[in-house]
């Protein structure tokens, strides 16, 4: 990953540049006013820079005047705080602040400029290749004699208020915001134009950055990023931005699986600052989004040829902008790499995700899906459209936007997250569900079975459900048991989330998973059901897609619809469901053998509501006779997930099948 971290930027400072296939050594001498900006802090919320020239024909004086600045101004303006509090200035560029509370009420500090000066005079004298500079620098801030601002002239030395142009200019400065306070040469040429200064910010910010004092800098050596031999390599990743490192290098670290490998490496200079600009400028703005309703690295590995690569850049720019253009046009789930990704060819380009912590720095990573291809998202978003169009009586009859299949997997968030709010924070963000939805993610992506891991899909829908029952218990909003969320209050229509609406989005993802091949309805060779309902308004359900593939399954989701009934007669009656049938449940810690006992509870129930006089009731009982006394009997061989899947299944479908006589409110 950190290969193609490394050769997006590189290629993002080609297209900027206007250049093709240079490497960052040619950028650095042939473009450095282009790369100096990028690699220091951003400088976009200073709006005046003061400039000190030395005049030529005023020997000893020097100007200060101000300027309003703009994006092209800031980028001729590389600045980068110190590494310490107490540290002298990087550079001729200072931040200039207030601090009408302290004495002297501006900084930086006396002392700090004192240490500048120090440490300016000892680059002018270190025989570098920016000696010259530094020395033209000095002359202007700590050896000119007069500091002519506005139409005043103010002496500096020893025996004045400011003892040299530096401190005075900083404690005439009237401003009571940041300014910028920099030095231009003679020319006219700022900071970021002279070549000298560029280079020097660069060996400079890369013992800021690049190294702690723990681990230093070692040279010669290879670097194990891009190959080059004999450089210097930095120790300090977590300087790029980026925490984490190793993780494609297989063998690295034996006996550990490549996703593990974390450890830090050293990097070259130019790796190092690759990857820097790739954090700080390309992957905020166009490589994250979110997958599975979790934020996410959209990393492309770029394949083919180099005119390829460069023009896939291009391209992906083109088509960030024209998305940003449209607004709210488009909605936010296409606004990351995943729809663009999926027109191109294998041979082009695949794509990597990686979870992390987003911040200062990317760390904390918690997992990694790589290699994904565009023809499997091309297959996907097919079957995205199937879904979303599911013509079946089991599908939500007012789906939820933010169940909408998309190829960021957004929906995966909306079926697996816990109600409840603050008090259900903490299960939102376990390790063990986000665990399932990254094993999920990968099988969907790659198209494999989701294998071991459906056991640990089924147990996160079942605590979903239990924490959807419990929400309902709490509120006593019985109604959520049965009807689906829907109101339409004057021309605001509005949809939300019930437990009955909630089991029909998980029917058509259930629908979804078994047509992609991760998660098929039905074992290889099982022989079809032989089953058709008495009821003709049942027959829809058993068609294909259901899942109703077994009797046994049959059986629990015509009972799980008498079950319905119950619960609809208790609330309309006024009895407390959440201390009556709701307990029947157990908390869906039933399984098969659970089901005769909750089968003789239901019938009691219904006759003494006396509904069974209803013929649509009986024709179910009759069904349930068929199924149950036929072949399945006392013992149903149901687990518990594939039990409480098909009862609630079956309930969430109460009043479409058995509707009240009194027309109810969907709320």
């Not at 200060?64 to 550079?91: H, I, T, W, Y």
């Amino acid at each position: 990953m950190l290969a193609a971290m490394r050769e997006l930027a590189l290629l993002d400072l080609n297209v900027r540049c206007k250049q093709t296939g240079l490497n960052l050594s040619a950028i650095r001498e042939q473009h450095g006013e282009q790369l100096a900006p990028l690699l220091v802090e951003a400088a976009e919320k200073i709006p005046r820079v003061y400039l000190l020239q030395a005049q030529t024909n005023q020997p000893g004086v020097v100007r200060m005047r101000v300027e309003d600045l703009d994006d092209a101004k800031r980028q001729r303006l590389p600045f980068n705080k110190p590494s310490g509090a107490q540290s002298p200035a990087l550079g001729p560029v200072f931040k200039r602040t207030s601090k009408p509370k302290e004495n002297p009420p501006c900084g930086p500090s006396l002392k700090i400029q004192n240490t500048t000066a120090k440490e300016f005079t000892a680059q002018a004298q270190s025989g570098a290749v920016w000696s010259h500079y530094f020395s033209e620098v000095c002359a202007t801030l700590f050896n000119s004699t007069v500091l002519e601002f506005g139409d005043q002239n103010y002496c500096v030395g020893d025996d004045q208020t400011d003892a040299h142009i530096l401190a005075a200019a900083i404690r005439l400065i009237p401003e009571k915001e940041t300014v910028f306070l920099a030095v231009i040469d003679a020319t006219g040429q700022w900071p970021g134009d002279r070549a000298e200064y560029q280079n020097y910010l660069a060996q400079c910010l890369a013992e800021i950055k690049y190294v702690t004092g723990e681990a230093q800098p070692y040279s010669p050596a290879r670097c194990p990023l891009c190959g080059a031999t004999d450089v210097t390599l930095y120790p300090n990743l977590r300087g790029t931005g980026i925490n984490f490192s190793n993780m494609d290098r297989v063998g690295a670290f034996p006996n550990l699986e490549v996703k593990q490998a974390w450890k830090s490496y050293g990097l070259c200079l130019d790796c190092a600052d690759l990857l820097y600009v790739f954090k700080n400028h390309l992957l905020t703005q166009q490589f994250t989004g979110f997958v599975a309703g979790d934020k996410a690295l959209l990393l492309p590995s770029l394949l083919g040829n180099s005119d390829g690569r460069r023009q896939f850049l291009i391209d992906w720019r083109k088509y960030i902008n024209a998305i940003n253009n449209a607004g709210n046009k488009i909605g936010s789930h296409e606004k990351d790499l995943l729809d663009f990704v999926r027109d191109r060819d294998d041979s082009q380009v695949v794509v990597h995700i990686l979870w992390a912590t987003f911040g200062q720095v990317i760390d904390d990573v918690r997992g990694v899906v790589t290699d994904i291809l565009p023809s499997r998202l091309r297959q996907l978003t097919r079957h995205n459209q199937q879904a979303n169009n599911w013509q079946h009586p089991l599908a939500p009859r007012y789906p939820l936007e933010d169940a909408t299949f998309d190829l960021n997997l957004t929906l995966l968030l909306a079926l697996l997250k816990r109600p409840g709010g603050k008090r259900a924070a903490k299960a939102n963000d376990s390790s063990q569900l986000f665990a399932i939805k990254r094993q999920l993610v990968e099988a969907i992506y790659h198209g494999v079975p989701l294998g071991t891991a459906t056991a640990g899909l089924w147990r996160e829908l079942l605590i979903t459900a239990r924490w959807r029952l419990d929400d309902i218990a709490d509120s006593s909003n019985f109604g959520g048991l049965l009807y689906e969320g829907y109101s339409d209050k004057g021309n605001k229509k509005n949809h939300y989330w019930t437990l009955a609406g909630w089991m029909k989005h998980l029917a058509r993802l259930l629908y979804y998973l078994d047509s992609i091949g991760v998660l098929p309805m039905a074992a290889p060779n099982t022989e079809a059901l032989h089953f058709e309902p008495s009821l003709a308004a049942l027959k829809p359900y058993f068609q294909s897609g259901s899942g109703l593939n077994t009797r046994e399954k049959a059986f629990t989701f015509l009972l799980g619809i008498l079950y319905g009934k119950v619960l609809q007669v208790q609330a309309a009656r006024g009895v407390n469901v959440a201390s009556n049938a709701l307990t029947w449940l157990k908390r869906l810690n039933l399984d098969g053998r659970d089901l005769p006992e909750l089968y003789c509870k239901i019938r009691e129930k219904l006759l003494n509501y006396g509904v069974e006089a209803s013929a649509d009731v009986r024709a179910i009982v009759q069904d349930l006779g068929r199924l149950g006394g036929q072949s399945i009997g006392d013992t149903i061989g149901l687990d518990q997930t594939v039990t409480c899947y098909f009862l609630l299944l079956g309930q969430s479908i109460t009043v479409d099948v058995l509707p009240s006589k009194i027309k109810t409110t969907e709320e």
